[in-house]
């Protein structure tokens, strides 16, 4: 009897309804901007993004439009324009190289607020090229030793871009189909919620395909920030989540994000 009993009330439990709760939640302030930039030692035309928070999640960040850029180290003043396309994305008026281990100093002007942050230009380490190997089922290829995340000596962040818009078979697909970008980050710390996080998509990629790979050196405060953006995100939803918290800036009051300073090694190669 009471075996039949238990069985009723699984039943009973497997069957009930389930309803829909609003849970009510705080916004928080939004009242301030956010700054992604980050200058590298490449002669190039530097780069920098500057939006409006969001609250919900995958919300297009609102573009902040009509800022005063200015980026300076030492005697040298390089400004800013905006894209007249992509609005809240500064370009350099000028190609320019950062300069290993100086100090360049941001400065943004919206509305009359003056926002400001300084990063030190982390110099370029050598770069070993990322494993790859066949499949064991088919003619694709993927990736076999990433970057390991943890170097107690120095931070990274490695972007590997990928390319098989030329390879055989894909001629007459379209290049934005044939294209892919992947993060890893090398930092001093190690975190358990880092170890146990979440699983991620694996890539696969046909003969042909170039790889890009690029390796960005990161100061101890970049990576202090990068640390705590992956916290909030990419190591969430694991075994050991982390409790929520702002993530740390460089710049200064009424603005949030990180301007960077870094220098890059590259290596390209064909999968052959």
Not at 4 to 16: A, E, P, V
Not at 168 to 192: F, H, I, M, Q, R
Not at 198 to 224: C, M, N, V, W
Request: proline share 5%; charged share 15%.
């Amino acid at each position: 009897m009471r075996k039949i009993i238990i069985y009723l009330l699984i039943t009973l439990l497997l069957q009930s309804c389930e309803e829909p709760t609003d849970w009510p939640l705080q916004t928080g302030n939004t009242n301030f901007i956010v700054v992604d930039g980050i200058i590298t030692d490449e002669m190039q035309f530097q780069v920098i993004h500057i939006s409006k928070p969001v609250t919900n999640i995958n919300e297009q960040a609102p573009a902040v439009s009509g800022a005063t850029v200015l980026v300076s180290a030492d005697q040298s003043v390089y400004a800013f324009h905006e894209d007249p396309v992509k609005k809240g994305t500064y370009i350099s008026n000028e190609a320019f190289a950062g300069i290993n281990s100086k100090t360049y100093t941001l400065n943004i002007t919206v509305g009359g607020n003056l926002y400001s942050a300084k990063a030190d230009l982390s110099p370029a380490e050598n770069l070993e090229f990322i494993g790859y190997e066949r499949n064991a089922g088919d003619a694709n290829f993927h990736f076999t030793n990433v970057p390991f995340p943890y170097n107690p000596g120095s931070s990274a962040m490695f972007e590997i871009l990928l390319d098989w818009s030329t390879a055989p078979g894909y001629e007459n697909t379209s290049p934005d189909l044939c294209k892919a970008k992947l993060y890893y980050y090398v930092l001093k710390t190690l975190d358990v919620s880092e170890v146990f996080a979440p699983g991620t998509e694996k890539i696969y990629f046909p003969l042909g395909t170039i790889i890009t790979e690029r390796r960005y050196s990161l100061t101890d405060q970049h990576a202090a920030f990068v640390r705590a953006l992956l916290l909030e995100t990419t190591w969430q939803g694991g075994f050991f989540n982390t409790a929520n918290a702002n993530t740390p800036t460089n710049l200064s009051a009424g603005a949030a994000g990180f301007f960077g300073a870094c220098g890059i090694a590259e290596m390209v190669k064909t999968v052959e």
